[in-house]
């Protein structure tokens, strides 16, 4: 699974859900890989995810939406389901 392929390729409701779904595999699979051998506490997990909590994710996705304009710094798009699956891919990456 690409994460990054699936992400350029959202365009419409079905392939939104098809990056949500494996953003969720990912995250999933990480805590597996996590409680098996938990990685060191001031790096990010195994699957590159920066927070654990439901919160810290929320909070890196907003703080990732506030300085990059929503992604429009790095990626303009009119695309809403595009924008939202930057939005959820911001959380798992942004510090």
């Known amino acids: 699974?690409?994460?990054?392929?699936?992400?350029?390729?959202?365009?419409?409701?079905?392939?939104?859900?098809?990056?949500?779904?494996?953003?969720?595999?990912?995250?999933?699979?990480?805590?597996?890989?996590?409680?098996?051998?938990?990685?060191?506490?001031?790096?990010?997990?195994?699957?590159?995810?920066?927070?654990?909590?439901i919160a810290g994710y929320l909070e890196s996705a907003i703080s990732w939406a506030e300085d990059s304009d929503f992604g429009n710094k790095t990626e303009k798009t009119d695309n809403l389901w595009k924008m939202f699956a930057l939005f959820l891919h911001g959380g798992k990456i942004y510090e």
């Open 1 to 53: 699974m690409d994460l990054i392929k699936l992400l350029d390729a959202v365009e419409d409701q079905e392939s939104f859900l098809e990056f949500a779904r494996a953003l969720y595999e990912d995250k999933d699979d990480e805590d597996r890989k996590e409680k098996e051998n938990p990685s060191n506490s001031y790096n990010h997990g195994r699957n590159g995810w920066e927070k654990n909590t």
